[in-house]
């Protein structure tokens, strides 16, 4: 007999091989949600069009109608499934020490029935395993298998006190779970492996397990080279298992928290097949409703079109959550129109129950129709390459280790620059900081940095040549005053590019912020008369003067008693913004934290200002133009049909807290659109009204108006 630890230690290697029946007979079916006419050579992951979880309780196996179940996801015509395998409770019998059977899986094989099912109706399985909790006789067996307090104790789950976490920095990763693996692999025909609940997506595990005494501490640009080193380690050789059966298989990870996330993004789109967007909902009490959008733009400036989904839950989400029952409808709609426009595929997720599919029926028919709806519209969501003017910077190293003033949280600076930006309707997309290679960065005419602090020096030497070759930046706050590893420079890093010079620590707010004051016109102040100064910025980095500025600072001074609310210095030579010309290239600099401070008061002067200084950086000849009233959020793709230009409409009291209840329509959109020499339009369709609309064609630009939008319209241009 093979004791606990030496089965471990072998793996399942010494399991029989078993296949289940009938998967011979369906291994050639087409599955449902592919695309028909795709090249051979493209991996099936991105044929895919549609994706379904319908994600297991334990009690499951003592109700679930497993053909009801595959019935279902066929109606949506997905083209795979997840089917739970775990790692915390196990849905089919598991020969693997640790790993606890469900009270209600008897002998039953719920993963097995469901896998059979799927593949006669042509679905795909993923394996879903989570590798994040165990039980405590696993604690007691294996104590260096989880993480640990200060006081050396193992550390609970915090919601169920009887599970407690595991230590990625253990054996338990390397040990433990690919016994499961391999075991599903002898025992199932599956398509690939996917780690639910690993890696953390936005914060780091701190853990005082021996192997993580060794470690750097957490939290820090040294333990994150850790971090990162140990992740990749463990994906590969996950991903060497799935592979151990199947060429075609893979492994893949949690994944999603936007600009915040954890792994390091640009090193992970090098290895990773499929890019799992865990972001199922608006979660806190104060949260914009692109957070969908944001992730997709996300994914598309790591992947080169990779595959990437965002997991869209049709449960309750939100700061108060309920795991089986349905949430808005105008809000889940939203979020799979955000999963299409920002080039991701759509993802249905919902909590098992009582009665398997349960007790709340309402998200079936929703989900139904609207995959059924993008079913019809395939072509048309195959995107080729993204059209934009603008790259936003993403400073990932700056969202996880630089120290904001005390009470600003990371996300407002990307926040409230998004919103500028949706204002100003520039199409851009995200570029990592990790990926601003000149051939990379050529394709746009300016770049925007929101308090990009963290920059190393190669990096700021990136952005120079991006600059000499023509390209503008628009810069925030401390862009580069740090170095890679978080340590404060002497000077800008970017000094020479924006002709800047630090004179001071950053100053705060006590009463009135300060005030910036007109100096001199200049196109960013177009739209603002009969006044002479505009608001400035919460916080903001003092630099040294420069020659004719157009805008200096008013210090702050006291709100309260108004007989005191004036400045007692009323002029200074301190610079509010920065403008330089450089032949080609626009160059902007905002010494203060604007974007933030727009997005935490609501202030429009500010955001006009923004909007103002976007657009004269990134210069007149936009590849896409959309003009009309309304908070809109637009995208535009070549495509396999064609091209498509995608309109999110989020005028909407809900569209910064809680949940859509419905939509708003509005007006007219007018779009202008420059179409590659070569290419001809034949037809405007809009996929949400069903229906054709006029275009004529000027020069080499296409134009068209969309009468009117309601939460969300696709213009799919037919090219031949």
Known sequence: MINRRTFLKAGVSALPMTTLAGFADTAQVLPVGLLFDTA??????????????????????????????????ASLKVGVVFVSVTGILAFYQTKVPFHRKGKFLGDRDLFGDCCSAAKKRGIRVIARTSPDLNWEDAVQAHPEWFQRDAQGNAKASTEEPRLFQTCMFSTYMTDYMPAILREINSNYDVDAFYTNGWPPLGSFPVCYCNQCKQLPPSGTPVYWDKFNQRLISIWKLYDGIAKEKKPSSFFFANLGGGVHAGPHLAQLGEI??????DNQGRGGEEEPVWGCSLQGRVCNAVLDGKMATNV??????????????????????MWFNETLASGMVPYLHFIGGEKGLGEDRRWQKFGREYFNWTARNDPHFTNKRSIADVGVVIGQRTQLFYHPPQGVAMRQYMDGMYYALLESRVLFDFVHEDRLELDRLKKYSALILPNTALLSDEQCSQLREYVSHGGSLLATFETSMYDEQNQRRSNFGLSEVFGIHPAGAVIGTRGNAFYARIERSHPI??????????????????????????????????????????????????????LRETGRSRLAYFPGDIERTMWHSGHTDLSRLLQNTIRWVAGAGAQCRIEGDGLVESFAWETEAGFAVHLLNYTNPNTHRGWLRQAYPIGKQNVRMLIPPGRRITRVELLRAESDIPFHVNGDAIEFTIPQVGDYEVAALHSS
């Open 312 to 333: 869209t839950g049709l449960w309750s989400t939100g700061p108060v959550r309920w795991r089986n029952s349905f949430k808005s409808p105008a809000e889940a709609q």
């Open 40 to 73: 051979a050579d493209v991996p099936w992951q991105r044929q895919l069009r549609r994706v379904g979880q319908l994600n297991m309780t334990e009690h499951d196996p003592a109700v679930l109608d497993v053909e009801q179940w595959a019935d279902y996801w």
């Open 272 to 277: 990773c097949n499929w890019f799992q967007a």
């Open 525 to 578: 102040l177009d739209t603002f008369t009969d006044t002479d100064w505009l608001p400035g910025a919460e916080y903001r980095l003092p630099i040294a003067p420069i020659d004719d500025p157009v805008l200096t600072v008013v210090p702050g001074f006291v709100a309260y008693p108004p007989e005191l609310a004036y400045p007692p210095q009323s002029h200074t030579t301190e610079p509010a913004v920065v």
